[in-house]
Antibody, heavy 122, light 107 residues
Framework: EEQLLESGGDLIQPGGSLRLSCAASKFTFSSFAMSWVRQAPGKGLEWVSLISASGGSTYYADSVKGRFSISRDNSKNTVYLQMNSLRAEDTAVYYC???????????????WGQGTLVTVSS | EIVMTQSPATLSVSPGERATLSCRASQSVSSNLAWYQQKPGQAPRLLIYGASSRATGLPARFSGSVSGTEFTLTISSLQSEDFAVYYCQQYESWPLTFGGGTMVEIK
């Protein structure tokens, strides 16, 4: 069974920075795009960012563009989310998700990690 | 940005009954729509992709359909494990967007 394990969540002050990691196993990591999706407490799902299988293409929600950066290391089977200039509204559980198919346009997600909590507060 | 609107926000259903959940897109997304189930304290789980294709291992009581920009998730006979929140997601264009969710609760 495919596995995704997020880490790096923490309590951080507004304006601070944090890097999340997602370690993948039991599938060919380098063949699949990966994404981050977040969920504020008691709220719905919000897509944050996606990176292509090679890492050559990245996409962001407007709410995080210019502040967050997604990257991956295919030699380590890990995807990262660098979060800068954090705001209270970034408080959420951050999920790592694997794209379902190694096809360019089908951006749905068939495997999800358990999430890591980021709390932005002074 | 494509806005996904789910209705109703909460659906009260008795076990064994049929549940019909709706998701409307603000513009055409073709069949580029997925459905997810989320239980409290758990990660989302993929149910449907391509508007009507079931994820691996998904029971046949779950089905998806589309008519224009209106998408429907039907659970033919609700089981106890189906009480959860359901989200739709479009992947027609960037940014990817989710609906606000429908909570299916026990009546």
């Amino acid at each position: 069974e495919e596995q995704l394990l997020e880490s790096g969540g923490d309590l951080i002050q507004p304006g601070g920075s944090l890097r999340l990691s997602c370690a993948a196993s039991k599938f060919t990591f380098s063949s699949f795009a990966m994404s981050w999706v977040r969920q504020a407490p008691g709220k719905g799902l919000e897509w944050v960012s996606l990176i292509s299988a090679s890492g050559g293409s990245t996409y962001y929600a407007d709410s995080v563009k210019g502040r967050f950066s997604i990257s991956r290391d295919n030699s380590k089977n890990t995807v990262y989310l660098q979060m800068n200039s954090l705001r209270a509204e970034d408080t959420a559980v951050y999920y790592c998700a694997k794209k379902g198919l190694p096809v360019a346009s089908d951006n749905w997600f068939d495997s999800w990690g358990q999430g890591t909590l980021v709390t932005v507060s002074s | 940005e494509i806005v996904m609107t789910q209705s109703p926000a909460t659906l009260s259903v008795s076990p064994g009954e049929r549940a019909t959940l709706s998701c409307r897109a603000s513009q055409s997304v073709s069949s580029n729509l997925a459905w997810y189930q989320q239980k409290p304290g758990q990660a989302p789980r993929l149910l449907i992709y391509g508007a009507s294709s079931r994820a691996t291992g998904l029971p046949a009581r779950f089905s998806g359909s589309v008519s224009g920009t209106e998408f429907t998730l039907t659970i033919s006979s609700l089981q106890s494990e189906d009480f959860a929140v359901y989200y739709c997601q479009q992947y027609e264009s960037w940014p990817l967007t989710f609906g606000g969710g429908t909570m299916v609760e026990i009546k």
